[in-house]
C-alpha cells in the first residue's frame, strides 16, 4: 500500500497466524519512529555523558533496547473482519476486536505530530454493557488507520 505516500503494509508475523481461511490483511499500522521520544532522548543524554563517564554508554545500550522493545512488540492489522493487535514492551497482549465493537474513534495530532504524520488513536470498545478506552500513541499515518477501521463497520455490499 504505498499510495499517498503511505509506507508499505508492515509484517505481522505473529497476527498472521491468527488469520481465519477467508480473512485477509487490508493495513496494517506502525509506530512512528519517535514513538517514545524521552527513551530517544535519555539514550542521547546517556550516550553524551559517557565521553567522561564510560559507565554510561552501557546505561544508554540499555535504555536504546528498552525503547526498541515497544517497537518489536507491537503489531496492529485491520482484516476484513476485525482488528488484531499486539502490544506491550514487557509484557505482551494480542486481541481481537471486531468491528461491531470500536463504538467511537478519536484522532489526536499534536502540532509537532501533524507534519510528521503522526498521532494517537484513541478508540471506545463496547464490551457488553461497558464501554473500555484503548489509547494508541504516536502511530504512523493515523487517519490512514482510522478509514481502514471504518472499513469494518460498514455494510456488506449485496
Do not use: C
Not at 481481537?96 to 478519536?106: N, R
Amino acid at each position: 500500500m504505498k499510495a499517498n505516500g503511505l509506507p508499505p503494509l508492515a509484517p505481522v508475523p505473529h497476527l498472521v497466524r491468527l488469520l481465519a481461511p477467508d480473512e485477509a490483511v487490508i493495513y496494517t499500522a506502525k509506530l512512528h519512529p519517535l514513538h517514545g521520544w524521552p527513551w530517544l532522548l535519555a539514550v542521547l543524554l546517556l550516550a553524551v555523558a559517557g565521553w567522561w563517564l564510560k559507565p554510561l554508554w552501557l546505561a544508554s545500550a540499555a535504555l536504546l533496547v528498552l525503547y526498541g522493545l515497544a517497537f518489536q512488540n507491537f503489531e496492529a492489522a485491520v482484516t476484513t473482519r476485525r482488528l488484531l493487535l499486539r502490544q506491550g514492551r514487557f509484557g505482551v497482549s494480542t486481541e481481537g476486536i471486531l468491528g461491531e465493537k470500536i463504538a467511537e474513534w478519536q484522532v489526536i495530532q499534536r502540532l509537532v505530530q501533524r507534519p510528521l504524520r503522526a498521532g494517537t488513536v484513541r478508540l471506545v470498545l463496547k464490551e457488553g454493557n461497558t464501554l473500555r478506552p484503548l489509547t494508541l500513541l504516536w502511530l504512523w499515518h493515523p487517519f490512514s488507520f482510522i478509514e481502514a477501521l471504518e472499513t469494518l463497520q460498514m455494510p456488506p455490499r449485496g
